[in-house]
């Protein structure tokens, strides 16, 4: 199977496979945490599930149904209901909302187990190749990284993306990640107000068992991006280009 993300990188992989030039898995499987950028689900609707559709390609949703009970509601909500913040040391979220759920998926549907693994393709490209991990933390099943042995870059997924006709899809993950830059949050603050403030009331509601609050980003409060008035030349370039990519931070 592959674990869809819908990046750039498994957007890339889902064109491989519609093209013929990777063979096509028994699933294509999506984890879906309720809690992604809108501008992501605005791509699925309008522009990857039709692709998908029109190559005979299924996608499949594993959402709530497939969560244990006290993570029914969406990421989101659960942080609000619990007054927390995502983990950062302790990847909880990943781990309740995405992996096990789709391991639970595996084995219910391909029949994973640890004498009958599951091959999971994880689209890791040649420019974050140290986050590919040998061994699953499952034993039912083993890993597999397609777009690595092809040797692709992010570069060169974009480029198989618009070969196919498709525009590059916005970065994935949940819109209230803590491990975004300042930049980005910066960025989300001026693109994504609604958002933003969806996030910023995450970190104001959330707080330890002795009171202190808990802050979303591993930086310190998002308040601060919050509070941080414009900064001229600098703040324009972050709102105009999506980040560090232009080069105001004088790196």
């Known amino acids: 199977m592959l674990s869809v993300g819908w990046g750039r990188q498994t957007t890339a992989a889902l064109v491989l496979i ?8 028994d699933a294509l499987v999506f984890a879906d945490t309720g809690g992604e950028h809108q501008a992501t689900y605005d791509y699925i609707e309008q522009y990857g599930l039709p692709y998908c559709a029109a190559h005979g390609l299924a996608i499949t949703i594993v959402g709530a149904e497939w969560r244990i009970p006290s993570y029914c509601p969406t990421l989101e909500e659960y942080c609000l209901i619990h007054h927390m913040v995502p983990g950062t040391f302790a990847r909880w979220c990943t781990h309740h909302y995405k992996t096990e759920p789709i391991s639970r998926w595996r084995v219910a549907n391909l029949g994973a187990s640890p004498i009958n693994p599951t091959e999971t393709w994880i689209g890791i490209s040649t420019d974050e190749s140290k986050r590919a991990r040998a061994e699953s933390l499952f034993k039912n099943e083993t890993l597999r ?3 690595l ?7 060169d997924c974009e480029q198989i993306i618009r070969d196919a006709g498709l525009p590059v899809p916005p970065k994935s993950g949940c819109f209230f990640c803590p491990f975004k830059s300042r930049s980005q949050w910066q960025q989300m603050k001026y693109a994504e107000p609604e958002a933003f403030g969806r996030a910023l009331a995450i970190e104001k509601n959330a707080h330890g068992r002795d009171g202190r609050p808990k802050y979303l980003p591993i930086f310190g409060p998002l308040q601060a991006v919050a509070d941080q008035g414009e900064l001229p030349g600098f703040d324009e370039a972050i709102a105009a280009e999506a980040g560090c990519i232009t080069g105001a931070c004088f790196v």
């Open 149 to 155: 042995e092809l040797g692709l870059s992010r570069t």
């Open 145 to 147: 990284y397609p777009l």
């Open 18 to 25: 519609a093209t013929g030039r990777l063979p096509t898995p």
